[in-house]
């Protein structure tokens, strides 16, 4: 296709969607190359969500054995290593990182391993100076993590750093009330660090029902997580033997040798010369885009956590995908970004699709709340008695299911199938009418009352 530009395509940006777009625009017949300042892969693979993912799976293996000794084994003296997990995730990184590069040159998109600026609608200069025309140019730099303004905060980190510490701290300070802070909480405190969670508001997870969240908190302490709500940090001070001294909004003063920081993340958009093509931010520093990823500049798209739609990779995935088919592949099409299901991998995890109860009120009015609040099978074995909840928000006029939430064990992988069912518009009397899998937590779904 290129003719008087080097190249049809040009991505500045190796995350998911950055590397689905270019790979799927190269199918299509495109000369494409993709430019990567840090690592191929993005946030997802590098630095986010699959990692992330191993630590939970490593810090779960305390919960088991846990349970063991009523399951008749008995374990000798078990012990756990930080840099021996660290190693094996971050080795693994660098194998998926492989991948994503391999993928890329297969399919012949060209890589640049360094910065990209654009310096017009259809142009980019690279960071070694090399100037570069493309018919198109898509960005796909994601987000980064927002650092809080407060007096001490060169000593702590963010979720970026905290996959290659040299040691587990022994004492771990988390501030945020997101998907992030309450994961990593619960990573930590799961193998061993003594955790304090702090939050500005009374409020944690405010975007997913609430009345599963409010679960999540009693059994956070019970397992041991001091949880500081209602408050922030005013300063963290460096002391003379390496630990830090967190100040508190509310009085109080927490030692600890590590501060993560996870408030929220960003649009990546920062030095990118998006004005050079007279491209203005959003408010968030985002870029906006219309519902085939366009910005007000004709040859200039973005997907994925640069535009702030929905920052999830499974969503910047399926952007990248249909932007590529729809300037590439002849296919005009535009991703739906309602229903889309979600997880938050806590301990135990919690996961949603559609409307919350609020929300369906909002637009329904009258709707019907089915719940179930049940013990685990798998519990059972545990000294405390944690408790699943599941809920399914329903219109009362058309019997429709328009939401399902739970919080328990495994219920982001029973959560992928129940929200095919919610994307498909089935009601509330299919879900009755299906046979459950005996004994399944699965089951508590097609036995709501």
């Known amino acids: 296709m290129a003719d008087k530009y080097d190249y049809d395509l040009f991505t500045i940006g190796a995350g998911s969607g950055g590397v689905r777009a270019s790979r799927i625009a190269a199918t299509h017949g495109a000369k494409v190359a993709i430019a990567e300042e840090y690592r191929f892969g993005g946030t997802c693979v590098i630095r986010g969500c699959v990692p992330k993912k191993m630590l939970v799976y490593a810090s779960m293996f305390a919960e088991e054995l846990g349970h ?22 971050n080795g693994d990184v660098d194998r998926l990182e492989g ?16 910065r990209a600026v654009i310096t017009g609608p259809n142009s980019i200069r690279l960071g070694s100076g090399r100037e570069i025309t493309a018919r198109y140019i898509l960005v796909a730099t994601g987000g980064w993590p927002v650092m809080l303004d407060f007096p001490g905060n060169e000593h702590c980190i963010t979720s970026n750093e905290i996959f290659h510490l040299e040691e587990q ?35 944690i997870l405010r975007n997913y029902e609430q009345g599963i969240v409010e679960k999540l908190p ?12 209602g408050t922030q940090i005013e300063q963290v001070e460096k002391l003379d033997d390496g630990s830090l001294q967190v100040s508190l909004a509310n009085g109080k ?40 990823s366009k910005t007000s500049c004709d040859s200039i798209y973005a997907v994925g956590d640069v535009t702030d739609r929905v920052q999830l ?12 088919d729809t300037v590439f592949g002849g296919n005009r099409r535009s991703i739906d970004h309602s229903t889309i299901p979600t997880a938050v991998f806590s301990q135990p995890s919690i996961a949603s699709v559609g409307l919350t109860e609020a929300e369906a009120r909002d637009e329904y009015g009258e709707v019907a709340v089915y719940t179930s609040d049940f013990r685990p099978m798998k519990n059972i074995f545990s000294d405390r008695a944690e408790r699943g909840f599941y809920k399914m928000v329903v219109d009362a ?29 089935l009601t509330k009397s299919d879900f009755d009418a299906t046979t459950a899998i005996h004994p399944t937590m699965a089951e ?3 036995l709501l009352k």
């Open 68 to 89: 063991a000794k009523h399951k008749g084994w008995t374990i000798g003296d078990a012990s756990f290593d930080w840099t021996t997990l660290r190693d094996f995730v």
């Open 99 to 114: 991948l994503y590069d391999g993928t890329l040159g297969n399919a012949g998109v060209e890589s640049f391993t360094e």
């Open 169 to 203: 701290p022994r004492r771990l300070v988390v501030m945020g009330g997101g998907y992030i802070a309450i994961e990593f909480a619960g990573i930590f405190n799961a193998l061993g660090s003594k955790v304090t969670l702090v939050n500005r508001t009374e409020t």
């Open 218 to 229: 009693p059994i956070m302490q019970a397992r041991g997580m001091d949880l500081q709500f």
């Open 253 to 292: 003063a927490v030692e600890a040798d590590q501060v993560l920081v996870a408030t929220g993340r960003a649009p990546n958009t920062a030095g990118l010369g998006l004005e050079n093509a007279g491209i203005e931010l959003g408010s968030k520093g985002e870029i906006p885009v219309d519902e085939f």
């Open 313 to 324: 990779t499974p969503v910047a995935i399926r952007e990248g995908h249909a932007f590529a």
């Open 397 to 425: 006029r058309t019997d429709k299911v328009v939401g399902v939430h739970m919080i328990g064990p495994e219920s982001a992988e029973i959560m992928q199938a129940a929200a095919v069912t919610v994307k498909a518009g």
């Open 444 to 446: 508590e779904l097609v």
